[in-house]
């Protein structure tokens, strides 16, 4: 069970929207808006300029004030530029307290908070108390403040000291209500459930705030960025009741974010248990074929499970419960298997899931077969020949094969609403898959000069893209489980459009991974891809758009069968350089957007959206 209690602060709601309205053809942002790197990083996509140094503002621009504000000298200093104060008003009015003050005045706050800067700047003599170690002497007019943030029982304890040396002491209590109420509500929610989820930026004082607090209350507190640090939740289980609780400077789009990749993480992990777990006899009278049969499970095991909860998910669309989906998911698991086979006889790949390819293994007795005790096992004829590398090639090929049939037989055997319905709609996806790979394999063999016939070659990879991909990994799955569930052609075709331009984004980050993964994290070799010379938008873009000095560098070593690290490193410099890799992210944005729009209008319930949004996270974000 999972609740989510987010909502930003008016101050943090006003400067937003004041933020968001600039205009201009230069806009400066003095500092961070707000402490919250995800919707900084809004604006900088915006093109908006942030700086900490005034002189860099060119005169007649646009500058934002940040909702900390700023001391009285900057806005001196602006006085020929176009001001939008998103200065909170809370803040405000401190700092007309401050400067009205007829005598000294004590801040209590981080000396190094921008509010308690901006604060000191407007005192004509001030200082700032973060402990009593702060407090020397106190004069007879003072005037006390607190940053709003102020943990509210370090302000009582200091103010105390305070009244204690000097009753005539004036205590204006500065601190944030809203910032308050949020802590005391997420305490009371904080006893109640079995694992607290506090979202916000580690540089906001009321996010530390929020979960300190929440700590003191609820071991099992942790602090979450942004999707990012999901992996802090992977033995969080969702039996559990767990609260999503978001500081006063966090969007609820980002805490709504963190909640469904979390859920949809937890419906993998549940959906691969299953896959994992379906009972399927793999024995053989003939030794040599259980031993194929061996290496055909074997490379089977490990993966993500991904397609497979794609079905569970898209079954349970349509009727809110996957009965039956089992046998589906796992032929579809097998089918991939069987594809990859091939794929890395395509690609010349050594590792598949950090294990050694099928078509690299040589003609040697295996030990499985030795055990089964066969009587040839010792003769000459199976002993290692010059010929392994054609006899690895020709049984992978074989493996592969039987790995594509095994999966129809055990569709066809499948029960469910629609199983005949479901077969057709698999051989549709088989066929297409097999299409976008004919297409990537004739590519680079059939070249199309992205410098001369741009559009051309950009139009055949996006081909490549949904044949080979979109349709492989997301939209056929999901639709697949629709269709066996029974559902309806709406339903099943609305989840198919929804998952398609989310299928290409996932190729695209596949191809960013390709280029600037390492080894341990992708799976395969790093350089796969570029001895490959795999045909990608981000291979097209970067040659387009490349120096006739980096265009002969591509012209050497994309494709190069004997590249190296050193080779790759001064690829992806290149991509990087030409503006490819920044092509890509935009891409990616834009399209998972895309999909992330359609999620919404989909006629399900809102637990089936939530985890479709969360695929979508779960895909963008992903580092594998």
């Not at 049969?293 to 993500?304: A, P, T, V, Y």
């Not at 070659?457 to 056929?476: F, H, N, P, Q, R």
């Not at 994290?521 to 980096?550: N, R």
């Amino acid at each position: 069970m999972t609740q989510i209690k987010s909502g930003l602060c008016q101050g943090v709601s006003r400067a937003l929207t004041i933020a968001n309205s600039a205009t201009g053809r230069k806009v400066y942002m003095v500092g961070d808006i707000i402490n919250n790197r995800h919707v900084m990083d809004e604006f900088t996509q915006k093109g908006f300029t942030v700086t900490e140094d005034l002189s860099e503002i060119e005169p007649d621009a646009t500058v934002i004030v940040r909702a900390h504000g700023l001391p009285k000298a900057a806005y001196e200093h602006l006085q020929n530029a176009e001001i939008l104060d998103c200065t909170c008003p809370k803040v405000k009015k401190i700092h007309n307290i401050v400067e009205k003050a007829p005598g000294r005045v004590i801040i209590v706050g981080t000396k190094t908070h921008p509010e308690v800067i901006g604060t000191l700047g407007w005192c004509k003599d001030g200082i700032v108390v973060e402990s009593f170690a702060d407090i020397k002497d106190i004069p007879e007019n003072v005037v006390v403040v607190g940053q709003t943030t102020c943990k509210q029982n370090l302000w009582d304890e200091i103010t105390s000291e305070i009244m204690r040396h000097n009753p005539a002491a004036i205590i204006h209590n500065t601190l944030c209500s809203a910032v308050q109420e949020r802590i005391t509500e997420a305490v009371e929610i904080a006893k109640k459930v079995d694992v607290v989820v506090c979202v916000g930026d580690k540089k906001s004082a009321n996010s530390t705030a929020l979960f300190n607090t929440c700590k003191m209350h609820n071991a099992n507190t942790y602090f979450v960025s942004d999707i990012e640090d999901i992996d802090l939740l992977e033995n969080v289980t969702p039996d559990e009741a767990i609260a999503f609780i978001g500081s006063a400077s966090a969007p609820v789009s980002i805490v709504e974010k963190v909640h469904d990749l979390f859920c949809f993480q937890k419906f993998l992990q549940a959906a691969k248990t299953e896959i994992e777990n379906f009972p399927y006899e793999r024995n053989h009278h003939s030794p040599i074929i259980k031993e194929a049969i061996h290496d055909l499970f074997e490379q089977n095991e490990g993966g993500k499970r991904l397609r497979g909860a794609l079905i569970k998910l898209g079954a349970l669309a349509e009727t809110g419960t996957p009965d039956g989906y089992l046998p589906v998911a796992y032929a579809y698991e097998l089918f991939q298997t069987a594809i990859l086979i091939h794929d890395d006889i395509i690609d010349r790949s050594h590792q598949r899931r950090g294990k050694t390819t099928i078509h690299t293994k040589k003609a040697a007795v295996s030990p499985l077969l030795l055990a089964e005790g066969s009587g040839d096992c010792n003769s000459n004829s199976l002993q290692p020949k010059e010929s392994d590398t054609h006899f690895g090639l020709s049984r992978a090929i074989c493996i592969g094969d039987y790995g594509l049939f095994l999966a129809n037989k055990i569709m066809a055997g499948a029960i469910g609403g629609n199983t005949l319905e479901a077969l057709s709609y698999f051989a549709d996806i088989q066929l297409a898959t097999l299409e976008g790979e004919t297409l990537d394999v004739t590519l680079p063999y059939r070249p199309i000069n992205p410098k001369d016939e741009y559009d051309r070659y950009m139009d055949t990879v996006l081909e490549i893209y949904l044949t080979k991909t979109a349709v492989y990994s997301l939209a056929g799955p999901l639709k697949l489980g629709a269709i066996f569930a029974g559902a309806s052609n709406e339903l099943a075709e609305a989840l198919f459009k929804l998952a398609v331009p989310l299928g290409i984004a996932f190729q695209i980050k596949d191809d960013l991974l390709g280029m600037y993964g390492e080894d341990k994290t992708i799976g395969k070799p790093a350089v796969s891809d570029l001895l490959e010379k795999k045909q990608t938008l981000i291979y097209g873009y970067a040659y387009k758009h490349a120096t006739d000095g980096q265009r002969i560098l591509l012209d050497e070593l994309y494709g190069k069968t004997t590249a190296t690290a050193e080779d790759l490193v001064t690829v992806r410099e290149i991509f990087t350089a030409t503006g490819a890799k920044t092509f890509a992210e935009n891409n990616i944005r834009r399209l998972s957007g895309e999909s992330l729009q359609a999620i919404e209008t989909l006629n399900t319930t809102d637990t089936i959206k939530s985890l479709l949004k969360g695929l979508v996270y779960y895909q963008t974000a992903r580092r594998f």
